[in-house]
């Protein structure tokens, strides 16, 4: 059988150039919709999915990430002083989300580079790989990280959850090979390679 995937891993050492000048100082997975930022959906994906440990790959840039998951007693201390009760519970539960860690990736040498930063981490675990700046909605179903993990408990093999994209857009994203010789089951569909932001005419595919 395989191991309980409860590890997961957060690269978000990136220089976010395409958020420039938002993300000159602060990461762009702190870049809020509306009021919460990213990186908190994406945290409240993985608890939702049963993970345990998250480690956040961060760079020099990553302050406010770690003081936004931390206790901040003085905030905490002012709002209960003037009685705001809801804001004091709203601001304790962000800091009692999960057991964070986080490692710094000291040149941002890519992706893949980010992902063996957490190699001690891992061990020999399986485990879960979250993009601090993909958020993915499900109201009300199941979380797209627990579907992922369902379908590796069933095939024992790595897992991608990928989306379709615009042709014109393929450049800008990983793009996966689906088999030639497996045809998909429903929606698995066995891979065979990918490619990182190709050329239109030379996309294997449009799933991103
Ligand atoms: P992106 O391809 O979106 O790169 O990285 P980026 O540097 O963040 O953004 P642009 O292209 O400059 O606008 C995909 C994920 O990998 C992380 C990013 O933080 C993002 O979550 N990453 C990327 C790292 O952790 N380290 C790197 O060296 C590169």
Same mark, same amino acid.
């Given at each position: 059988?395989?191991?309980?995937?409860?590890?997961?891993? *957060?690269?978000?050492?990136?220089?976010?150039?395409?958020?420039?000048?938002?993300?000159?100082?602060?990461?762009? !997975?702190?870049? @809020? *919709?509306?009021? *919460?930022?990213?990186?908190?959906?994406?945290?409240?994906?993985?608890?939702?999915?049963?993970?345990?440990?998250?480690?956040?790959?961060?760079?020099?840039? %990553? &302050?406010?990430?770690?003081? &936004?998951?931390?206790?901040?007693?003085?905030?905490? !201390?002012?709002?209960? !002083?003037?009685? %705001?009760?809801?804001?004091?519970?709203?601001?304790?539960?962000?800091?009692?989300?999960?057991?964070?860690?986080?490692?710094?990736?000291?040149?941002?040498?890519?992706?893949? &580079?980010? +992902?063996?930063?957490?190699?001690?981490?891992?061990?020999?675990?399986?485990?879960?790989?979250?993009?601090?700046? $993909?958020? +993915?909605?499900?109201?009300?179903?199941? @979380?797209?990280?627990?579907?992922?993990?369902?379908?590796?408990?069933?095939?024992?093999?790595?897992?991608?959850? +990928?989306?379709? +994209?615009?042709?014109?857009?393929?450049?800008?994203?990983?793009?996966?090979?689906?088999?030639?010789? &497996?045809?998909? %089951?429903?929606?698995?569909?066995?891979?065979? $390679?990918?490619?990182?932001? @190709?050329?239109?005419?030379?996309?294997?595919?449009?799933?991103?």
């Amino acid at each position: 059988m395989n191991k309980k995937v409860r590890k997961a891993i *957060i690269p978000a050492a990136g220089l976010g150039t395409r958020f420039l000048p938002a993300t000159k100082a602060i990461a762009k !997975e702190m870049l @809020p *919709i509306v009021d *919460i930022p990213t990186i908190q959906y994406i945290i409240q994906e993985a608890v939702d999915s049963g993970i345990e440990e998250i480690l956040i790959i961060t760079n020099s840039n %990553k &302050h406010a990430m770690e003081n &936004h998951f931390d206790k901040n007693y003085e905030l905490e !201390e002012r709002l209960k !002083e003037s009685g %705001k009760l809801e804001q004091v519970k709203m601001i304790q539960d962000i800091a009692d989300m999960a057991n964070i860690y986080y490692i710094r990736q000291k040149e941002p040498k890519g992706l893949g &580079h980010a +992902v063996l930063c957490a190699k001690s981490f891992i061990g020999d675990e399986p485990f879960a790989v979250l993009l601090g700046d $993909d958020v +993915v909605v499900n109201k009300e179903g199941k @979380p797209a990280l627990k579907q992922l993990i369902e379908q590796y408990g069933k095939t024992s093999a790595s897992v991608i959850g +990928v989306q379709t +994209v615009d042709k014109k857009d393929v450049s800008k994203y990983g793009i996966v090979e689906p088999s030639k010789s &497996h045809p998909a %089951k429903g929606r698995l569909v066995k891979l065979t $390679d990918m490619v990182e932001k @190709p050329a239109v005419e030379k996309a294997p595919s449009q799933l991103a």
